[in-house]
């Protein structure tokens, strides 16, 4: 039995359950006195628009340069394949495998994920309410990862600054990109995993 079938709301703030009033019109959390919603507003709707402006980003961050190095005057642009590529070519596999598995693997993992638990819950497709939570889970864990590139970068910059010697600057593509992982974590903090619940039913997922 799902909380709202037995009249229990829980508050957003404070996760307080308020046993829910069926004649009130707005109803208040009695401990923090926020507003209280059966579930999230339009949580769909925004999590379809972060994550169709998440994947609009996704292409400028993989095709522009998310770094430049400058060393003695001349300066070297990398986007994110080919600095794997680069670090492939040095011989440094396992950080390579790290960075392409961070940064090309885990954002696009994301960006369908998210997509196929929307359209699965939208268009009650046949996938079960266990396996769409374990793949909501799944993707909230791993959304930590994503900025490993931007967090190199950050500190390479701020240790790698000696003139016309040698530098760092980050790029475009680096923005970019981050602006993907912050627009992922927010489409996965604005999908209500309720609804999943709601479709069980539906999905023939009696467990």
């Not at 799902?2 to 069926?22: F, M, T, V, Y």
């Not at 790698?160 to 530098?167: D, P, R, W």
Request: charged share 15%.
């Amino acid at each position: 039995m799902r909380a709202i079938d037995a009249g229990l709301l829980i508050c957003h703030e404070c996760h307080q359950l308020n046993r829910q009033e069926s004649e009130a019109g707005r109803q208040y959390c009695s401990r923090c006195g926020g507003l209280l919603h059966a579930r999230r507003p339009n949580s769909l709707a925004r999590t379809w628009a972060l994550l169709l402006t998440a994947a609009i980003l996704y292409i400028p961050a993989n095709l522009l340069p998310i770094m430049t190095v400058n060393s003695l005057g001349r300066g070297q642009s990398d986007t994110i394949m080919s600095g794997v590529l680069e670090l492939v070519h040095l011989g440094m596999v396992p950080i390579a495998a790290v960075v392409f598995v961070a940064s090309i693997l885990v954002p696009t993992f994301k960006l369908v994920g998210i997509a196929l638990l929307l359209y699965s819950v939208q268009r009650h497709q046949p996938m079960s309410a266990r396996q769409r939570i374990l793949m909501f889970r799944f993707i909230e864990w791993i959304g930590r990862w994503s900025m490993l590139d931007i967090f190199v970068i950050a500190i390479l910059v701020a240790l790698v600054n000696f003139g016309s010697l040698a530098s760092i600057e980050p790029g475009m593509g680096a923005v970019a990109f981050a602006s993907v992982v912050v627009l992922t974590m927010l489409a996965a903090l604005t999908f209500d995993p309720r609804l999943i619940w709601d479709n069980t039913e539906s999905d023939d997922d009696h467990e």
